[in-house]
């Protein structure tokens, strides 16, 4: 379904309406036309937008119209450059993929659930009917094994919800440890056909995240090269397979929704992890969407790739 609808291969277009500060320099200037013009001449084929539900959800569930012409706007100037579009909920009322943001309770709690359910329908009701550029996706990286059986449950009732308004449209399910490929054999079989397995790839963490500060995995000091990686075709074959069985077995697509190098690591062992991994992606028909556009501490078109963007956009 991905490749027919034109999605094989997209990039995130992180830190605009999500994990960021939310000021209107922010939310009107880090994004603008060009980039997308950008991205459309480098070869892709769709954005992925992560944007968060208080860009467009005000406290009473009522949705903000400001943070709708924002996501209009992008659409719009996707469009013109040939660009599809993931709209992605990367944060929601009482739960975030970053615990430092302090969400939390979502899982437990039917007011916060009432208010994810509000925003998919708003977004279904205003984006329901355009399926051939638009994709949803329901939720950014649900964190821990125990948050399984209620996030199952939440997906099949907020697909139902959905459905009301866009029959037709594909929608994104991901599942714990922040989407991790060997977890989506844990998600219930997809409410219908045009249900799409996702996960995340950052592996091996140590040398993708190499001197990160923000995460306890990694020591920031340690610094790990690509040959000291164990970065291979077969460690992602093992990796994935599980995701592989999982979405074969319902008759399923399989899209890798982010996966990246960290700005420490130089253009030539970046190079080397994303040629490994897209050999892989190629031979199992895997869509994917790059982490990230700019900035973020991952982005493509910082300097480090200068000279050789053409031979890394070839690459992913």
Not at 259 to 286: R, T
């Amino acid at each position: 379904m991905l490749k027919s609808k034109g999605y094989l291969k997209g990039i995130n277009l992180g830190g605009w309406l999500s994990q960021c500060d939310y000021s209107e320099d922010r939310l009107n200037n880090f994004m603008t036309e060009p980039d997308f013009e950008i991205i459309s001449s480098w070869g892709f084929d769709h954005v992925r937008i992560p944007f968060d539900y208080n860009v467009i959800q005000n406290e009473d569930g009522s949705p903000v119209e400001d943070g709708y012409a924002r996501i209009d706007k992008a659409i719009s100037y996707a469009r013109k450059y040939g660009l599809k579009v993931v709209l992605d909920l990367h944060k929601t009322a009482g739960f975030s993929f970053d615990v430092g943001e302090g969400e939390k309770g979502f899982f437990d709690s039917e007011e916060y659930q009432e208010k994810f359910y509000l925003i998919w329908d708003e977004v279904a009701k205003r984006y329901g009917t355009q399926t051939d550029d638009i994709i949803f996706e329901l939720l950014n990286e649900v964190t821990d094994a125990e948050f399984i059986d209620s996030w199952n449950r939440i997906v099949k009732k907020c697909m139902a919800r959905i459905r009301k308004y866009a029959p037709d449209m594909l929608v994104i399910v991901g599942s714990y440890n922040n989407n991790a490929a060997d977890t989506v054999q844990y998600l219930d079989a997809p409410y219908d056909d045009k249900v799409v397995y996702t996960f995340h790839c950052y592996e091996p963490l140590k040398f993708t995240h190499q001197g990160a500060y923000w995460t306890d995995k990694i020591i920031p000091e340690e610094r790990v090269a690509f040959e000291e990686s164990g970065t291979t075709e077969e460690y992602f074959e093992n990796l994935f397979s599980t995701a592989f069985e999982k979405a074969a077995k319902h008759g399923a697509d399989l899209y890798c929704g982010e996966y990246g190098m960290i700005d420490i690591v130089n253009a030539d062992d970046s190079l080397k992890w994303f040629k490994v991994i897209q050999k892989v992606f190629e031979k199992h028909n895997v869509s994917r969407c790059v982490w990230t556009y700019k900035e973020m501490d991952f982005g493509l078109s910082d300097s480090r790739f200068d000279g050789r963007r053409e031979e890394l956009i070839a690459s992913i």
